[in-house]
Structures are given as C-alpha cells and as structure tokens.
C-alpha cells in the first residue's frame, strides 16, 4: 500500500513540474519578464536562465515520473524550488510587485505567501521522495 | 548517494532543448550593409536607439526613440504610443554592446513583433549614410 502511495506522489509531483515547465517553455519571453521583475538577475542571463529552466523542469520532472536518477532528480528539484523559495522572499522584503511566474501565466499568484506554502509542501513532498529512494535502496541491500 | 553521472545527464540534457528554442525564438541581427535592402522604409520602422541620453543626444537615427532597460518605466510610453500593429522595430546600440539586444527581448515580451536588432548599431548606420 505504501509502494503504491510513494508511486502516485513521485509521479504527482514529477507531472507538477512537467507542467509547469512546458507552460514556460512556450512562453520563454514572458518568463524571462518575470525573472526580470525580481530584479536579482537582468539582460541576457535572465534569458539564458528562461530557456534553461523551463526544461530542466521538464527532464527531471520526467525522470521522477519514470523512476530514473530519481534520487538526483529529486535533489535538483529541491534545490530549484529552495532558490525559487528565497527569490520570492527577497521579493516579498524589497516590498516588490512580483507574480509567481512558477506556472508561467496560466496559474499566475501574486499572492507570494500562497506560493512559498505551495513550495514548502512540494520541497517537502521532494524530500520524502528522495529519502524513500533511499531507504528502498537499503533495503535492496540487506 | 545519487550518481554524480545522474547529476551531470539530468544538468546537461536540458540545454539542448532550450539552445534549440533560444536559435529559433531569436532572430539573428540585420546586417548594416544589408539593412537599405532588406528593412522597411525609414518612415514605417519604429527605430529604438538603447543608447544612453548623451550618446543619443551626440547622434541618432532620425524619428529614433530611447529606450533603455534602466529607464524602462519612463521610455516605454511614447514607443507604445508610437508603434502601430505589424510596425517592425528596430532597435540598436553601439557596436558590440548587449543593450539592443535586451531591449529587443523585452519588446517581443511584451507582443511587439517584428523586433530586430541593428547589428553593427549605430555605426552600422552611419555607415549606411555615406
């Protein structure tokens, strides 16, 4: 039973951010804006960093879905919503007028305490992910 | 542990992808020398010159308008009241600077189209003129 409920939150969360990454991808120039918004990085980087993102979401969401370099593609995702998370906050500090930009404009939230308890629970839900690969592991080995 | 390959193939793979979009969504610059051929007539070009105001003020483009990331906020009015529907904008700076072209992201952002940028920039121009 639990098997079964550590597979459905894997690929739950693994469909999250396939979602949310191919929502940016057809979009790159309006996310770009956001990032920009948040005035952490500007120009060419913000660009770059548009481009990149929105299908490293896709990869790695896929490789939760398919059960492949889960573990790593677990710490990439949470090292990705941590950096969201403080960019949102500092956001949130400097008093800025950010959207989210996590969903692209399809589920746009201006309301940023809504967007770092949406985070917390799927950082949270990453980590469990990651630490039941590797307790499934341990006890392959035994 | 997870693999360090794991890392490296899930860091790496995206970057195909998102090089292949990044080619496809940014127009290459319009050569100067080519720019009398190639571009619209002067007079239904939106020129945007990314320049700083002294450079601007020492020369530009005729009919050209500022518009620079630092003063976005102010500079953009008068280019949204200036560019009509399928008006092609060109945008330009000094030689070998990136501020056209950040200026030129940012347009298509907000659903200018076409938006190209002067290769060569100003110089390019001047160029042009003699």
Redesign the interface.
Known sequence: MSRIFRSAARVGVGLIFIYAGVVKAMDPSAFAESIRHFRLVSGLLAELLAFYLPYLEIVTGAALVIHRATQAAAVILSALVCIFTLALASAWWRGLDVSCGCFGKTLAVTDLSWAMLRNAMLLSALIWICRSVQSARARRGK | ???WK??A???V???F???L??AV?NPKPVRGAALIETAEPAAVTLWVDARPERKFNEQHIPGALRLT?EEWDVLIEPVLQQWNLGTPVMVYCEPGC?SS??VA??L???GLEPVNVLEGGMAAWAETQR
């Open positions: 542990m997870p693999s794991h890392f193939c899930l860091l793979l995206p970057i992808p998102a090089a979009a990044f969504s990331e990136g072209a950040e992201a940012r298509r952002a907000m």
